[in-house]
């Protein structure tokens, strides 16, 4: 598996990030939808990153840089075809390798308080996720829960 930086411009990718939006929309009243959209990914203060193996599409995550000390983790999302086969937890472990690198002392996230949520929170809670009061610009809302993670220097 290679993850790398991508500039969202292929098929494939832009069918991932509808394929996100759509179940975040079956999931979540709008209000609590957080997922950004094509354009919203590509804003300079987001890094995004795609999994692949040779030409097919793995999964997805992207980080957005809140402040020099602060990052969001946005849009993990695994190809149907490739859940439970450890695509996230290498997009995430990538994720927060290059927050430490960049100087990071914590990432945080918002995901759903749904049931459809639970692997999700487990995965972000096995790599020390821990929930916390909103973040940002975010407000309490029964339909999220947030995480964050107090990051260790490189080295």
């Not at 996100?20 to 209000?31: F, Q, R, T």
């Not at 957080?34 to 987001?46: F, R, S, V, W, Y």
């Not at 990153?49 to 097919?56: L, S």
């Not at 000390?69 to 859940?83: I, P």
Request: proline share 5%; glycine share 8%; net charge negative.
């Amino acid at each position: 598996m290679e993850i790398r930086v991508d500039d969202l411009s292929g098929d494939q990718v832009k069918g991932l990030i509808a394929e996100h939006l759509l179940g975040m929309a079956e999931d979540s009243p709008p209000e609590s939808i957080h997922a950004l959209d094509l354009d919203g990914l590509k804003k300079p203060e987001i890094t995004f990153w795609c999994a692949w193996e040779g030409d097919e599409l793995l999964g997805c995550g992207a980080m957005k840089e809140l402040n020099v000390e602060h990052g969001e983790l946005k849009s993990m999302r695994t190809v149907n075809a490739h859940l439970r086969k450890g695509v996230a937890r290498q997009i995430l472990t990538h994720i927060i390798e290059v927050a430490r690198s960049r100087g990071y002392k914590r990432i945080s996230l918002e995901t759903g308080s749904m049931d459809s949520f639970i692997p999700a929170r487990r995965m972000y809670e096995d790599f020390g996720f821990e929930y916390c009061e909103p973040f940002a610009d975010y407000i309490l809302d029964p339909n999220s829960a947030f995480m964050t993670k107090e990051l260790s220097p490189l080295g």
